[in-house]
């Protein structure tokens, strides 16, 4: 089972002593287009003009121009989702963004606005044909093979991560013990990039205590205060799950009448994570090579009693919001703001690859030789991920995109997709 995503969310530890660094809204979230589902709204394409004109942000990656044929198994890529997840992609580009210098590079809008305007026009669809859509892309945008700074072209580690499935009720109870929280109303988040402009994205978390801000409640003091427990959205029935849909950062729970529900990630209590199967070899209990979640799961019931110390072992905690499941076949939103589409998301390093870009990813499929290639958009972010062509891929949701996720250590290459005559990939 893969860490990646809760160490994409535990970036930095709360700090004390911040008083003259601005506090900014609890969820740390961008509150403005980017928290809606856009998704469920039509395309809306704005004219050049009056889209703005804003600063550059630079990039550290180099970028090869090449043609389709350079792109290994390009001609054999099924397309499916592809155009639900490209018209997202363009809701997501044409938005008015608030943030600044303290989001994610993304992707220069203007650069995009007459493809987009060009989807918008084209009369495809989601049961367009594969070549249809194909011949669309090929058209309009232009691979430029992703390079290291030294301009070396770049390979790097594919990860994968996915959207589990708990078992939930509204109340505790019965086998209900294991709650998972919103937002606590004391916890603060707060900017340094308001600050210090060279930390531009980075936050800590932490609490008032009279005059000071100090870090904010470890897992640990959460579980023994009930005092300092926030309000449960939903109590899941097994606390391994509970504990790995907070990994992933977010998750769907099915209630006793049959109802679904997501979990988003809405903020975290700033501790960093610390790995329970390590707690676990550190006792004794199992070697760290045996420690997956189903062994983990069997120790939790066999050692009823130590549950809650193998979870204390690990100070981070995840916040979430309660959304509605609109879309089968959509995931969570990315740092991006979109859904994520199944098998057509990656989490990139926005430094090289700016939130919002397609790119044409070749790796292999999880522990085999087979390849997997495909277009997929980076909408989403991590603190793991870092580098030229690093990606994280979400393989959706439930068990076996679970199983997928967490056998996915392979090796990568990345081309980005970017309208033909804007030059280069660009960030805003």
Same mark, same amino acid.
């Given at each position: 089972?893969?860490?990646?995503r809760?160490?994409a969310l535990?970036?930095?530890?709360a700090?004390?002593?911040?008083?003259t660094?601005?506090?900014?809204?609890p969820s740390?979230?961008?509150?403005g287009?980017?928290?809606k589902?856009?998704?469920?709204?039509?395309?809306?394409?704005?004219?050049?003009?009056?889209l703005p004109?804003t600063?550059?942000?630079?990039l550290? +990656?180099?970028?090869i121009p090449?043609s389709f044929?350079?792109?290994p *198994? #390009?001609s054999?890529d099924p397309?499916?989702?592809?155009?639900?997840?490209?018209?997202?992609?363009?809701k997501g580009l044409?938005?008015?963004i608030s *943030?600044g210098m303290?989001?994610?590079?993304r992707?220069?809008?203007?650069a995009? @606005?007459?493809?987009?305007?060009?989807a918008?026009?084209?009369?495809l669809s989601e049961?367009?044909?594969?070549?249809s859509i194909?011949?669309?892309i090929e058209s309009?945008?232009q691979p #430029?093979?992703?390079?290291?700074s030294a301009g070396?072209p770049?390979?790097n580690?594919?990860t994968?991560?996915?959207e589990p499935?708990?078992?939930?009720?509204?109340?505790a109870?019965?086998?209900?013990?294991?709650?998972l929280?919103?937002?606590?109303s004391?916890?603060l988040?707060i900017?340094?990039?308001s600050l210090?402009p060279?930390?531009?994205g980075?936050?800590?978390?932490?609490k008032l205590e009279g005059?000071?801000?100090?870090?904010?409640?470890?897992r640990?003091?959460?579980a023994?205060?009930e005092?300092?427990q926030p309000?449960a959205?939903?109590?899941?029935d097994d606390?391994?799950?509970?504990?790995?849909?907070?990994? @992933?950062?977010s998750?769907?729970?099915?209630?006793?009448? +049959?109802?679904?529900?997501?979990?988003?990630?809405?903020?975290?209590?700033?501790?960093?994570y610390?790995?329970?199967a390590q707690?676990l070899a550190?006792?004794?209990?199992?070697?760290?090579? @045996?420690a997956s979640?189903?062994?983990?799961? @069997? &120790?939790a019931r066999?050692?009823p009693?130590?549950?809650q110390?193998?979870l204390?072992?690990n100070p981070a905690?995840?916040f979430?919001?309660?959304e509605?499941?609109?879309?089968?076949?959509?995931g969570?939103k990315?740092?991006?703001?979109i859904?994520l589409?199944?098998?057509?998301?990656?989490?990139?390093d926005?430094?090289?690859?700016?939130l +919002?870009?397609p790119?044409?990813?070749?790796?292999t499929?999880p522990?085999e030789n087979?390849?997997l290639?495909r277009l997929?958009?980076?909408?989403?972010?991590?603190?793991?991920i870092k580098?030229?062509?690093?990606a994280d891929?979400?393989?959706?949701f *439930?068990p076996e995109a679970?199983?997928?996720?967490g056998r996915?250590?392979q090796a990568?290459?990345? &081309?980005?997709? #970017?309208?033909? +005559?804007? *030059?280069?990939?660009?960030?805003?």
């Amino acid at each position: 089972m893969s860490i990646v995503r809760f160490i994409a969310l535990a970036t930095i530890t709360a700090v004390a002593g911040c008083s003259t660094v601005s506090v900014t809204d609890p969820s740390g979230k961008d509150t403005g287009a980017a928290d809606k589902d856009i998704s469920l709204q039509p395309l809306k394409v704005p004219d050049l003009s009056s889209l703005p004109q804003t600063a550059e942000r630079p990039l550290q +990656g180099k970028y090869i121009p090449v043609s389709f044929s350079a792109l290994p *198994g #390009w001609s054999e890529d099924p397309m499916d989702n592809v155009w639900k997840a490209f018209i997202n992609n363009c809701k997501g580009l044409m938005r008015p963004i608030s *943030g600044g210098m303290n989001m994610p590079a993304r992707a220069n809008p203007r650069a995009w @606005q007459p493809v987009c305007a060009a989807a918008q026009q084209s009369g495809l669809s989601e049961s367009s044909s594969a070549d249809s859509i194909r011949q669309f892309i090929e058209s309009n945008l232009q691979p #430029w093979r992703l390079a290291d700074s030294a301009g070396k072209p770049a390979k790097n580690t594919v990860t994968g991560y996915y959207e589990p499935l708990v078992h939930a009720s509204r109340s505790a109870g019965g086998n209900y013990q294991w709650p998972l929280y919103e937002v606590p109303s004391d916890l603060l988040t707060i900017d340094l990039g308001s600050l210090y402009p060279e930390l531009a994205g980075k936050r800590v978390r932490g609490k008032l205590e009279g005059n000071k801000v100090v870090p904010y409640d470890t897992r640990k003091q959460i579980a023994e205060s009930e005092s300092r427990q926030p309000p449960a959205i939903v109590w899941v029935d097994d606390p391994v799950e509970a504990f790995f849909l907070q990994i @992933q950062g977010s998750g769907r729970a099915q209630l006793p009448n +049959g109802s679904m529900l997501r979990l988003a990630y809405a903020d975290h209590n700033g501790h960093p994570y610390k790995s329970i199967a390590q707690w676990l070899a550190d006792q004794g209990q199992m070697n760290l090579g @045996q420690a997956s979640m189903q062994n983990i799961k @069997q &120790w939790a019931r066999n050692n009823p009693s130590r549950v809650q110390e193998m979870l204390n072992a690990n100070p981070a905690m995840v916040f979430f919001k309660e959304e509605a499941v609109t879309d089968e076949d959509l995931g969570p939103k990315g740092a991006y703001g979109i859904p994520l589409a199944q098998k057509r998301a990656i989490a990139a390093d926005p430094q090289f690859t700016p939130l +919002g870009t397609p790119v044409y990813l070749a790796t292999t499929w999880p522990a085999e030789n087979k390849p997997l290639r495909r277009l997929v958009f980076a909408q989403d972010t991590g603190a793991a991920i870092k580098g030229a062509a690093r990606a994280d891929f979400f393989w959706g949701f *439930g068990p076996e995109a679970g199983a997928l996720a967490g056998r996915m250590k392979q090796a990568g290459e990345m &081309w980005l997709l #970017w309208p033909k +005559g804007a *030059g280069a990939p660009s960030a805003r």
